[in-house]
């Protein structure tokens, strides 16, 4: 199962599909409610609110706007519209059926959305409730682990579980397995027996296996998971809003060769495998919910359109035109914000580059004369895998005067951290601090071409007579080696240093994913992902490899 | 290429085809000189000293007998008794034509010998010298990242190189990529360039990049390397030592059933995919080179065969048989040493517990009576993914008045702790403190089984009617799962908490590499792997994954 329309990632909560949304003072409630036969592409039913990529773009969606446009709520009640079922998880028939690229490419979203509901937790003071109100099971559990609270109801029946390993032979896809030991701490024998054991766990047992935090009757559920959520509301520090400001539709111009919005553009150069992403700089008066909210909301849509539908163009290339000063200004009226909407573009646009730390392509940064690496986009170059800068006039214009520079600013030291809890030039320096010192004495002016080799900001600086061969070898170099060596290599060198469950979810856990993907005792004919629901026994290689 | 022998892991210098070993007061010379024809299976050529699993086995035998016969013994010195050749890394053709478990479970072997390089660096005051005197490719290269300095010859062509990526679809196997960034730390946009450039960087760029410590010059190269190793010796603090001790042959008897030590024995159950293996107690007075060695040597040699020569049997059920008191009085002796030999059993035992924690196996806990789950021993079943305790009479003597107990010392407070930098207990209870306060009060006594059972330390402690059948649905049960998923399910329970340049290789490196591994454009007919040397480019599924 491929889909051939190309995927979009905006939605509106007026045609939800999925999921309702409804707000109440402090308050939301997001009701998980799955349409059967809304499958993103056709072939499966959603059944038992099980969910594909569509349910989980619609969730992302309801998570950004209660971000933005309720800035009021300070607690989410995520529970479930249907009668006896919280969430069966991902739907298995959509999972045996997509190809490889297409199941690992879904995981990365929802593991991100996950992510994205800890974060609104942790930094908004949007608190997250998992109300489960009937069977929770696999993916439908891992959004229970996401949340800060579970409460579960207590009616003999219910229960939580991760079935993946008993029933499919693979892992949890979002996270279920570190969140269970890292997160909540469960003893790792009593994880091991709950993630064989297909029919879960349910009752005191849950709680004593600390599984989820509180049993409550069937009988007035609403009432009390609607009072604990006022009671993590009192805890929260949100800061004060009046009113949120709409996320409006970004009506971006496709062409079979690119994608276009106001500031980001992407031009696919499709015999070459490679897409340039240029980011423009802002123009006009900044204003707080101007360029940069902008921005990130247009890049955090291309990232997403090109992994799930252009996953041939191996390679990205990002660029940046514009003027850096301009760039310095638009970004400091949100540094120096300490209102809610500054707080919540900070953070979206950290979680947007933390989307380009984790997409499988190849990154490389050109910096030319007229380009804007400064401050908060230089975060952009940071994230590359490699980082070229042009020494000397334009290309095309060998007179003009005008040379490319990078500027750092107080945005590259620790507002955008990594998953990995450092700064991209705390993990580009690892261990160096007296450099990072160094560095942080050299903020706020324009680096030269030589300042910037000098600091070890860029991985070269070729003259013009030398920067189109230069460019043009590292980029057919990159297309010509093996693109799964590539991820590996990619995904090993980009998290230097510490981890976190962030970093172990999609570095440790879906590279383990990821193998037994591929193996034939989950994916092969006879393998239990392909026979779960025909009633046949999978077949296994018995050998442990 | 499978080999229908089975893989014996004891060697002797005396008997090396790969390697020269010659100690020369403190400081010894190892010196990789690879038998072409020496290969473990017939099949390829090891041109260049390549290496296979038997050069490989040799090398860890000699990094042993370093530590243990020769303690006089403060630097070694790794080199090449080839001409212009360091090391070219594991033979490509062995790699291309072994199936999948070969090659994993080769590269674990492999890195836990670079891994016991470093721990006899850092804990035994032998610290490792690459003196990389001809050129230095792949796993060539990662030998050299594992020692602590590494000294290059300044010859103008000699190169370290990680050609993996470039040349064969695959990442480099051994801790290349981690150790570069993470141990080295080169900044990760030139270990970008690094890993993908099949010439590999020589000379002043392979220093400024921090690929190497210093060039040599080829004159003078082996006095200089020498006086390097005298500079680290005088700085080690290993302690004093007159003379080692002999690590004779451990001289196992092997049968289609089993194979049996003096102090461990494995019981092979086919049909039931498992092997019990159970270690003994010590018996007579208590001496330093006593029982904990020996134990030691045969459980390492023990797990190394099991997992290279019986990869059908998934499930390894531990289990102890003894004295606990005796186990307590003569880990004491060693525990109280203050001497350089304690200190190498002490790590050696660590080592070992480390490969277990590493094991593709699952691994089950059966604390029996007349069993000696005590100090030292308790950390098998701390280990283990699973632990049962039987809270009654032996099964076949309802009458007596035996019963099963485990026993907590010091060894399970710090002496022994896992890659992840905590003990066994520490990751049980992670970020537990009071409990593990409470645990380390319960030390020197013998704990039944409901203290264990409330203490936390036990999954189950079924009575002596359930007994039987809670253990075999229980490995019943496992042995219906996919191997596969068990696999990476119990590689992400084991290590909670933080982590290390040990855990991310086998946690995060490996999961990549096992990926790559079964995908078509490294394994595939026209895969890169399998193409190298064939003079046929390989043939890439561009899609990014």
């Not at 900070?346 to 030319?368: G, P």
């Not at 580009?428 to 010192?437: M, S």
């Not at 590996?488 to 060198?493: D, I, K, L, R, T």
Request: glycine fraction near 8%; include cysteine.
């Amino acid at each position: 199962m491929t889909t051939t329309t190309p995927v979009t990632f905006e939605r509106h909560p007026d045609t939800y599909r999925h999921w309702r949304l409804t707000v109440d003072g402090e308050v939301a409630w997001l009701e998980m409610d799955v349409d059967e036969q809304g499958g993103l592409v056709p072939g499966y039913e959603l059944k038992l609110n099980s969910y594909d990529l569509g349910v989980d773009i619609e969730f992302y969606d309801a998570t950004q706007r209660l971000r933005f446009e309720h800035p009021q709520v300070r607690a989410v009640i995520v529970t479930s519209a249907k009668d006896k079922v919280f969430c069966a998880g991902a739907n298995i028939r959509m999972l045996a059926a997509s190809p490889h690229e297409w199941k690992v490419n879904f995981c990365k979203f929802t593991n991100e959305t996950r992510n994205g509901i800890e974060d609104a937790t942790e930094f908004s003071g949007q608190t997250y409730v998992a109300a489960v109100n009937g069977s929770c099971a696999g993916g439908g559990y891992e959004i229970a682990l996401a949340c800060e609270k579970i409460l579960l109801v207590d009616d003999n029946s219910s229960t939580v579980a991760l079935p993946e390993v008993p029933l499919l032979g693979v892992l949890p896809g979002t996270g279920g397995l570190t969140r269970v030991v890292d997160k909540r701490r469960v003893r790792r024998d009593l994880a091991d027996v709950f993630a064989t054991r297909p029919d879960g766990v349910k009752g005191r047992t849950a709680v004593d296996w600390r599984l989820v935090d509180e049993l409550v009757p069937r009988v007035g559920f609403r009432e009390k998971v609607l009072s604990r959520a006022h009671d993590l509301a009192a805890e929260s520090d949100r800061l004060p809003a009046e009113q949120g400001i709409e996320l409006a539709p970004l009506e971006p111009s496709i062409t079979d060769d690119g994608i276009e919005y106001r500031h980001v553009r992407g031009a696919y150069d499709r015999p070459n495998s490679l897409v340039t992403l240029t980011v423009l700089g802002p123009e006009g008066e900044p204003r707080l919910d101007g360029w940069l909210l902008r921005l990130t909301r247009e890049l955090d849509d291309a990232i997403l359109r090109l992994r799930t539908n252009e996953p041939d163009l191996g390679t990205w290339v990002l660029r940046t035109e514009g003027d850096p000063e301009a760039v310095l200004a638009h970004e400091e009226v949100v540094l120096s914000g300490k209102d809610w909407l500054s707080n919540e573009i900070l953070h979206y646009y950290k979680r947007t580059l933390k989307r380009l730390d984790v997409t499988s392509r190849t990154l490389i940064a050109l910096i030319e004369p007229g380009s804007c690496f400064a401050g908060s986009l230089v975060e952009l170059a940071f994230a590359a895998d490699r980082q070229y800068l042009l020494d000397g006039p334009p290309i095309d214009n060998e007179h003009s005067l005008e040379r490319a520079s990078i500027t750092l600013s107080e945005a590259n030291f620790g507002v955008f951290p990594m998953g990995n809890g450092l700064t991209r030039l705390e993990s580009r320096f690892y261990g160096d601090d007296d450099h990072l010192t160094w560095l942080a004495r050299e903020r706020d002016r324009a680096l030269s071409a030589a300042e910037a080799v000098e600091l070890g900001l860029v991985t070269d600086a070729p003259d013009d007579l030398d920067w189109e061969d230069e460019i043009r070898i590292a980029l057919e170099g990159r297309a010509s080696l093996s693109p799964d060596a590539l991820t590996g290599m990619e995904a090993n060198h980009r998290f230097v240093g510490p981890e976190t469950i962030e970093t172990k979810i999609f570095g440790r856990l879906t590279a383990w994913q990821n193998w037994i993907f591929t193996r034939p005792n989950a994916s092969g004919p006879e393998g239990a992902l392909r026979r779960y629901g025909t009633g046949q026994k999978a077949v296994f290689d018995r050998k442990r490899v």
